[in-house]
């Protein structure tokens, strides 16, 4: 016999309009993003999904706990009753929403759920006469209703919390195993105050569980990445949520550090806004800013200062470093130094810059190129230092999570700073330092940018169908996500 009710239930956790209030709190200076990234409404539900099936885990975790008492049907009189070893034999969520609330946070709407349970029942009336049998009681249209604010938490990343939460259990029908029918209107009179509220009780904690642990992995955000023993990149959010119809934005610092010593460069973040494109789940923007401040900290470190040796120029080039190769141009070096090795010591006079236009980038760096040969005694004797103006083009592409490139010579000019040998022209040097540039120093940088940097991320999420566009001033990311793993 199938027996049909419906119970309605709610949770309120936080007032809105404390929650509006709390988004409007800015995080220390509010200062401009380095580095943008926007959720579409596409990751929004790829996010659904993944709350969805933590939420189902959890529901099905449900324990309702054994139910007994006593009850005066007429004729008979008083009736023990109780239910005992129930549980959740099946539990679908099969249709869910995400919707976003401007400035606040998102709604989450989970319809047509089902749960089937199973249990015991077992009476005693007029003292001696007992009776037992199972039951299976279906839910066929639970729904569950969340609201969840999204701020950002005291280590920059993003946090969430529950706000309301409201579940309705329609549909409700039970079948009975065994015993007398009368018993049947005990037993649904029963659960419809009782089991139906048992059940409820636990949704929303639950659900407020599930919610709690989606904080745990919005915690892997990685405001903090380091890259080498030279430097780490900083990913915290400098301001609340920005929350749309249609989208949820953060601002993040996007700036590169020296490992322990956060020391800020001479020049701060320009304000840009990502593209109104809503084709891939998420979109990075990565602004001129962020790759300037990696030049101004590995500039800081020494690292874009090198020697170049003669072991450094591959063995099948004819071209050797030596004052033999350059007394073909400057006789009085072959004169004074005949027959020794050279080395050239490069030190940058001032942070490269990077430049980002629509479909290029560029890099422009100030030099000087100091120029030695090296002694019997191995001491090194100067013999000319030149002011060096290079630009190099830069190609960029996502490679798993991290931003990686290649970087080819666009433009050498140099000029004479000082001479130790005697007055000579710098034109004929010219090829020879194309050279020297082309295969000893810029494939050391391109093994370096092959590496790459990494993106922002989060836990086991990687990026996929991945495009790449370079506008002016920022470089845009779109992308798909999965779970690896």
């Known amino acids: 016999m199938l027996y049909s009710f419906l119970c309605v239930s709610e949770l309120k956790m ?40 933590s939420l189902q885990e959890k529901l099905m975790t449900i324990k309702v706990p054994d139910i ?12 023990h009753y109780s239910l005992t070893e129930m549980r959740i034999v099946k539990l679908g969520l099969p249709s869910s929403a995400i919707g976003l609330v401007p400035g606040t946070g998102f709604t989450m709407t989970i319809t047509n759920a089902f749960l089937s349970l199973h249990g015991k029942w077992r009476v005693k009336y007029l003292r001696f006469i007992k009776d037992s049998g199972s039951f299976d009681l279906a839910i066929k249209s639970l729904s569950i209703t969340t609201s969840i604010s999204l701020r950002s938490d005291e280590t920059g990343r993003p946090a969430v919390a529950v706000a309301s939460c409201a579940t309705t259990l329609g549909g409700v029908s039970i079948k009975f195993h065994g015993g007398a029918s009368w018993l049947y209107n005990l037993f649904t009179r029963f659960i419809e105050k009782g089991l139906c509220s048992s059940l409820q009780k636990q949704i929303c904690p639950l659900v407020a569980e599930s919610v709690s642990s989606m904080n745990q992995f919005l915690k892997t955000l990685n405001v903090l990445a380091p890259l080498d023993r030279y430097a780490e990149i900083a990913y915290p959010m400098v301001s609340s949520p920005e929350i749309s119809n249609s989208s949820i934005g953060l601002n993040l610092k996007g700036e590169f550090y020296n490992i ?17 494109q809503e084709q891939s789940m ?14 101004f900290v590995y500039n800081k470190a020494g690292t874009l200062s090198l020697n170049i040796t003669d072991d450094m120029i591959p063995p099948s080039s004819p071209f050797r470093l030596t004052t033999r190769t350059f007394g073909a141009f400057i006789p009085q070096i072959a004169k004074l130094f ?15 810059l990077f430049n980002i236009e629509a479909n290029n980038v560029t890099v422009d760096a100030i030099s000087s190129l100091t120029a030695y040969a090296i002694l019997a005694n191995t001491s090194l004797a100067p013999l000319f230092v ?28 140099m000029s004479l ?65 999965q779970i690896s793993g």
């Open 14 to 53: 936080f007032p809105w309009r404390w929650l509006a209030l709390l988004a409007l709190i800015p995080l220390s200076l509010s200062a401009n993003a380095g580095v943008k990234v926007k959720l579409t409404q596409k990751g929004l539900d790829f996010g659904r999904e993944l709350f969805v099936a």
């Open 68 to 79: 007994s008492g006593t009850e005066r049907v007429d004729p008979i009189g008083k009736v």
């Open 260 to 276: 322990g010593h956060h020391m800020e460069p001479p020049f701060s973040p320009a304000p840009f806004f990502l593209p109104n």
């Open 282 to 295: 998420l979109y990075i923007g990565l602004s001129v800013f962020t790759a300037n401040s990696a030049s």
């Open 338 to 352: 005949p027959g020794l090795m050279m080395v050239l010591q490069v030190k940058t006079a001032k942070d490269p």
């Open 386 to 413: 030149l002011n060096v103006d290079s630009s190099v083009g830069a190609r960029v592409n996502v490679v798993g999570n991290k931003l990686a490139g290649a970087v080819n010579l666009n433009k050498l000019d």
């Open 417 to 481: 700073g000082k001479s130790y040998v005697g007055d000579f022209q710098v034109g004929p040097l010219h090829n020879i330092f194309q050279i020297v540039l082309k295969v000893a120093v810029l494939p050391r940088v391109n093994v370096r940018l092959k590496e790459g940097f990494p993106l922002p991320s989060l836990g086991k999420i990687n990026l996929t169908n991945t495009q790449l566009q370079v506008l002016k001033g920022y470089i845009l990311i779109g992308t798909d996500l």
